[in-house]
């Protein structure tokens, strides 16, 4: 079974600039989480979808949205990039809220702001 | 302070070790509660759930103390292969998973 996927592995934009990160989860799950994980922070909750609705958000601002698609893929896209936004970005995903269901993870993203 | 509290280390052992990992959680409502494990600039993976009476897999065992708001990982019988940073998750009602900073683990030879 192909784990979650994420693309692309690198990404290197420039301040202002626009970035799109994309997953697909582990088939059959349907809920698709967001996560940063800046340099010497622990991982921050981005967003969480689930069946194509955005459920939650995190401490980020506007200018960091995304959405998921009806085969339960997602992208996360970051509008007017800044320095600060440099960070290894995971999406994970699991079943849904079904249970008590652990997330799964992709390899990441790193993106690099110059 | 923080949602999820752990002590970032690092936790420098011989091989063959025992060693102890503690977390601490703010919200009392939390649901649901993990162990990850992140090797260097690699994703975090699942190493364990942590259920209120305690479980076991193999070298590991967890435990939680839901009064104290309170879970640990114990290691046993440390392997060069168990350095990386152990990562406390607890899940709320919301289902978004709250990370802990880590703690980092050294095994040496």
């Known amino acids: 079974e192909a784990g979650v996927t994420q693309s692309p592995t690198h990404l290197i934009k420039t301040r202002g600039q626009q970035a799109t990160l994309r997953c697909s989860p582990i088939s059959g799950h349907t809920s698709v989480y967001w996560y940063q994980q800046a340099l010497g922070l622990g991982l921050q909750f981005l967003l969480w979808y689930d069946e194509g609705e955005e459920r939650n958000r995190g401490n980020f601002p506007p200018r960091f949205s995304g959405r998921q698609f009806p085969n339960y893929s997602s992208e996360l896209n970051v509008n007017a990039l800044e320095l600060e936004d440099s960070a290894l970005y995971l999406c994970?995903?699991?079943?849904?809220?079904?249970?008590?269901?652990?997330?799964?993870f992709g390899d990441g993203t790193r993106l690099s702001i110059l | 302070r923080k949602e999820v509290e752990q002590d970032p280390g690092p936790f420098n052992v011989p091989e063959g070790a025992t060693v102890a990992f503690n977390c601490t959680y703010s919200n009392s409502a939390s649901q649901s509660f993990f162990w990850y494990r992140q090797d260097c600039r690699k994703e975090p993976k699942l190493l364990m759930s942590v259920y209120s009476s305690g479980n076991e897999d193999g070298r590991f065992t967890a435990q939680l103390n839901r009064a104290s708001q309170y879970i640990s990982l114990l290691i046993r019988d440390s392997k060069l292969s168990d350095s990386a940073t152990y990562l406390c998750?607890?899940?709320?009602?919301?289902?978004?998973?709250?990370f802990g900073s880590g703690t980092r683990l050294l095994v040496r030879p």
């Open positions: 998750v607890v899940r709320g009602s919301s289902y978004k998973l709250i």
């Open positions: 994970a995903s699991s079943p849904g809220q079904v249970g008590d269901q652990p997330q799964h």
